[in-house]
């Protein structure tokens, strides 16, 4: 018979939990209409959920269409916005309800304050996902002027490119979802080619980097793991690779119609988990759906 544990730690992170309570207060306490500028979490089942309360995502490219909002209400998620887009709501009419993450917040301060210390021969540098609506927020405290890299490669590229070797400080931060271990090895790296002309500054979620560990040990303690996270969530992916090199039988699904029989045996001990978007009532439909397939 399988047996089907789900992770005491996976589910929304403090940023998230905070950013729902308050669409649903707004939601249940009158409001008809919520709009949010983006998903308010990368997890397509809990957006489609708050949708039916009245959520409405925007994205930024609607704020230069939008007419006059006056008497609207607009939701700033966990992930945060450029500085720029606080004028352009308020001059809408919008009223703001901002719920960016105090991590995330600490962080534009500190990448701000590095910024406006910097003189035109230094550089700051983030490892984050292009385009990712928390590093699009960093780089807009620096004036759009942080150069952003995913990984190695593209690190290396910019090492070969020469501009580091021209600069007169290195500011190194994180997107706070980033892997510890990764950033860590890319810390590693700038220094063997910046010395102490870099400065590190130490910007992953401290939840995150613990869920790492835990994760780890969660995966290796099953037969397989189900990691359930939205398609767009880039702490997903980070996550689910982590538990993929701590059990080589882990599949990751969006939803439940992702399920597939064959991936069990009726012995199978079954751990479920997620990302920080992944919504606590999803983990357990998932592990309820795997209990009843045999």
Known sequence: MIRVQIDAHSG????????I????????????????????VHNEEEVARLGAMGLVPIDLDDLETLPDMTGETLLIRAHGVPPYIYDIARKLGFRIIDCTCPVVLKLQQDIKAAYDSCN????????????????????????????????????????????????DKVEFFSQTTKSPVQFAA??????????????????????????????????????????????SSSN??????????ANF?????????????????????????????TPRWLLERVATAIENLH
């Open 186 to 231: 890319l810390s590693e790296r700038l220094a063997e080619v910046c010395g102490d002309r870099l400065r590190v500054h130490q910007t992953v979620c401290s939840q995150v980097a613990s869920r790492h560990e835990e994760l780890a040990t969660f995966a290796r303690s099953h037969d397989v793991i189900v990691f359930v996270s939205g398609k």
């Open 12 to 19: 929304f992170c403090g940023g998230v939990i905070k950013a």
């Open 21 to 40: 309570n308050a669409a649903e207060s707004f939601l249940s306490g009158g409001g008809k209409k919520l709009f949010c500028l983006g998903s308010i």
């Open 120 to 167: 035109s021969n230094d550089k700051v540098l983030i490892f984050g996902r292009i385009g990712h609506p928390e590093v699009l927020g960093l780089v807009g405290h620096t004036d759009g002027n942080a150069i952003v890299f995913e990984n190695e490669n593209q690190l290396e590229d910019i090492i070969s490119s020469g501009i580091l070797d021209k600069a």
């Open 236 to 245: 997903g992916r980070v996550l689910c690779d982590l538990c993929n090199s």
């Open 249 to 277: 039988r882990t599949y990751h699904i969006s939803t439940l119609d992702d399920l597939q029989s064959v991936w069990f045996r009726p012995d199978d001990f079954v751990g479920v988990c997620g990302a920080t978007s």
